[in-house]
């Protein structure tokens, strides 16, 4: 099934009717209320959501529209959440696999982007709590190691990166953890911590836990990729895993703004001679 595209319409106020921009207006409301939540919209709710305005029209027209009052008043679009190339469940057979991961599906999901220019954007300062400050820092963090990586970092490494960069405590109260991270915890803890931590990005689709035994980086279309909901998976042996850019990620990281998390952070400043080094890095030309 080929993948379904929500095209932008220029559509008029004046051409609006009552139920359409009625059911517009519902689908902007859910659409910051997911974004608040760190939740990606889905097709069902944007569904839900229509069946009392039976006059709005098509899905595509009502989510269009929305996206034109959401590009006029705040800066935001409505865009489809990256899906995986290929899915794989361990363990199953691989040929079903395959079969399976070469149909590209219908979206079902989507995020809100900015459509700011560089320099409004990172002028923009966002309410957060602590928390989501202390979360949104060290998913910046863990996602700039895996950029300049190529985009693909072993799971061995990652783990042990994390144990260094000690994960928010914030994270261990989010996920119900007993343990603070501390220096006064043991080894095994600093690395159950260390994975936990792993596996909270990968439940909100910032990383993606992916099998390296195809060869190759993220890049390459050959490689298999499981996103896990499960937080124990991200601690399910080492050997021929690595971690990538999840869907979130990809939405919310734009290589330009990366470049500059990277400069700001290594206290460099992001010149045009900085950023074709960092795309070496990266794997591809960043502009």
């Known amino acids: 099934m080929a993948q379904e595209a929500v095209e932008l319409v220029s559509i008029s106020r004046g051409d609006v009717s009552q139920e359409l921009e009625r059911a517009a207006i519902k689908f902007v409301r859910y659409a910051l209320a997911c974004q608040a939540s760190k939740k990606p919209m889905r097709r069902e709710v944007f569904r839900d959501l229509i069946k009392t305005d039976s006059g709005a029209g098509k899905f595509t027209n009502v989510l269009a529209y929305a996206n034109s009052l959401l590009n006029k008043d705040f800066g935001l679009e409505i865009v489809p959440l990256p899906v995986h190339e290929k899915q794989l469940v361990y363990g199953e057979n691989t040929q079903n696999t395959q079969q399976t991961s070469s149909k590209v599906s219908t979206v079902n999901k989507w995020v809100l982007q900015s459509i700011l220019p560089d320099d409004a954007r990172t002028q ?24 300049v990586n190529n985009m693909s970092v072993p799971a061995d490494q990652l783990v042990l990166f994390v144990r260094k960069l000690g994960p928010p405590e914030c994270i261990h109260s989010l996920q119900g953890s007993k343990d603070a991270y ?15 931590a792993i596996a909270y990005l990968v439940s909100l689709g910032y990383l993606d836990k992916v099998s390296a035994s195809s060869g190759g980086s993220a890049n390459g279309s050959a490689m298999e990729t499981q996103a896990t909901q499960r937080a124990n998976d991200a601690g399910d042996g080492d050997a021929g895993i690595e971690y990538v850019w999840g869907p979130m990620a990809k939405t919310r ?35």
């Open 253 to 287: 990281f734009q290589p330009m703004d990366m470049a500059r998390f990277v400069a700001a952070v290594t206290g460099q400043e992001c010149t045009a001679e900085f950023v074709k080094t960092i795309s070496r890095a990266y794997g591809k030309r960043i502009e």
């Open 182 to 196: 501390s220096e006064g915890m043991s080894e095994s803890q600093l690395e159950s911590a260390a994975r936990e």
């Open 124 to 147: 923009l300062e966002i309410e957060q709590d602590n928390d989501e400050r202390q979360v949104s820092g060290f998913a910046a963090t863990v996602l700039s190691l895996v950029f």
